[in-house]
C-alpha cells in the first residue's frame, strides 16, 4: 500500500490529492512494523544501529532513486511513468518478500494497547515536531538542489543525477559516524551536533548558493554538509521512539512510531509545494532559510516543553 500510495503522489496535478496521498503513504509505511520489531527485541547499542541502518537504506533509496531516474527519464517518458514504474518495482518487491519469508511464530505484538501517557509526553511531541523538521528537510532540500542545478546552474538532468551520488557517499560516512556518536554521546547530543551542522551550515549555503556554475562546488560542498546534519539528526530522533514506546505505552511502540512517520510524510508532501513556490517568488535562500528555521522551531519547542537538549531523557517515575 506504501507503493501504491506513492505511485498516485507522482501522478497528482493537485495539491489536495499530493497531501492526502502522501499521507496515506505514511500510513501504511513498511519502516513503522520493522521499528516495532527491533524495539522490542533489541538492546539500546542494537537499536541505534538497527535505526541507523534503516534510516541509510530509505536515505540512500530516495537518492539513488533520484539519481536513476534523472538518467531514465528521456527513456521512461517522463516524471509520471517513473513514478509508475517505482511504483510497480515496490510491489514486485513485496511479493517476492511474502513469497521468500517465512512468518515468525512468536506472538510479537500483543493485541491490548494504550497509548495514552505517551501522548502526554513532552517527550514524544519532541520527537514529533522534529519528524515534521525532518521531513520537510529531506524533501525541501532534494527539490531545491533540483530546481537550483536546473534552472541557475544549467545542468543537464543527468548532471543533477550525478549530484545524487554525492548525497549517497556523505550518508554511508553519516551512518557510521552516526552509530559511534550516538553510542558515545547519547541520542539528544547526536541530535544537537546535527542541529549545530544545518545552521552552521545552512548558512554557508544560504550564503553562497548564487554562486556561478563555474563555483558551485562551494555551495555543493556546504549542502553536503548541511545534509550530513538532517541524517544525524533523523536517525537519532528515531532511536528515541524505543525509550518512548518502553517507558509511556503498553505494546505501544508500533502506534507510537506510525504517529511519528504519519507526521514525517506530512513534511515531506508540504515541502515540495511550498519550496517550489518560495524559490520562483524569493529564491532558493529563502527555501534554506526556511527548512533551517523550522529547525530551530522544533529545537525551541523541545525546550519548551522541559526536554534537554544536551542529555538524554530519564524513565519517568512510577508513584505506587
Keep these: 500500500m506504501d507503493a501504491v500510495f506513492f505511485t498516485l503522489s507522482g501522478q497528482a496535478d493537485n495539491t489536495q490529492f499530493l497531501i492526502w496521498t502522501r499521507m496515506a503513504s505514511g500510513f501504511f509505511v513498511p519502516i513503522v512494523p520493522a521499528y516495532a520489531f527491533m524495539f522490542e527485541h533489541l538492546d539500546d547499542e542494537a537499536t ?47 511479493f517476492v ?3 521468500t519469508l517465512s512468518p515468525s511464530n512468536r506472538k510479537v505484538l500483543e493485541l491490548k494497547t494504550d497509548v495514552k501517557a505517551a501522548l502526554r509526553a513532552p517527550l514524544f511531541w519532541s520527537q514529533c515536531a522534529m519528524s515534521l523538521a525532518t521531513g520537510w528537510a529531506v524533501s525541501n532540500l532534494q527539490l531545491t538542489l533540483v530546481i537550483v542545478s536546473l534552472l541557475h546552474w544549467g545542468l543537464t538532468i543527468e548532471e543533477v543525477g550525478l549530484e545524487f551520488t554525492g548525497i549517497i557517499l556523505v550518508q554511508l560516512g553519516v551512518a557510521v559516524a552516526g552509530v559511534k556518536l550516538q553510542a558515545s554521546q547519547g541520542y539528544r547530543r547526536t541530535i544537537t551536533i546535527g542541529l549545530c551542522l544545518v545552521l552552521i551550515f545552512g548558512g554557508a549555503t544560504i550564503a553562497t548558493i548564487g554562486q556561478s556554475r563555474e563555483n558551485m562546488y562551494i555551495p555543493y ?78 529545537f525551541c519547542f523541545t525546550m519548551c516543553v522541559g526536554i534537554k537538549i544536551w542529555e538524554d531523557a530519564k524513565p519517568p517515575v512510577i508513584e505506587f
Excluded at 535505526?51 to 541509510?56: G, I, R
Excluded at 537518492?63 to 536513476?68: I, P, Q, T, V
Excluded at 509508475?84 to 514486485?92: K, S
Aim: charged residues 5%; hydrophobic residues 55%.
Design 48 to 94: 541505534a544501529k538497527g535505526v541507523a541502518k534503516m534510516a541509510l537504506s530509505a536515505m540512500f533509496g530516495t537518492a539513488f532513486g533520484m539519481m536513476a531516474a534523472t538518467f531514465a527519464y528521456d527513456a521512461l517518458g517522463g516524471w509520471k511513468w517513473i513514478a509508475t514504474t517505482t511504483g510497480m518495482i515496490a510491489l514486485c518487491a513485496f
Design 97 to 99: 518478500s511474502m513469497a
Design 221 to 298: 560542498t556546504m549542502y553536503l554538509f548541511m545534509f550530513s546534519g538532517v541524517v544525524l539528526i533523523m536517525a537519532s530522533n528515531q532511536s528515541l521512539l524505543k525509550n518512548i514506546g518502553s517507558w509511556y505505552t503498553t505494546n505501544g511502540q508500533g502506534l507510537v512510531s506510525g504517529i511519528s512517520r504519519v507526521i514525517f510524510s506530512i513534511g515531506q508532501a508540504l515541502a515540495p509545494i511550498t519550496c517550489a513556490r518560495v524559490i520562483n517568488e524569493f529564491g532558493a535562500e529563502c527555501a534554506i532559510t526556511i527548512c533551517v528555521g523550522l529547525y530551530v522551531l522544533a
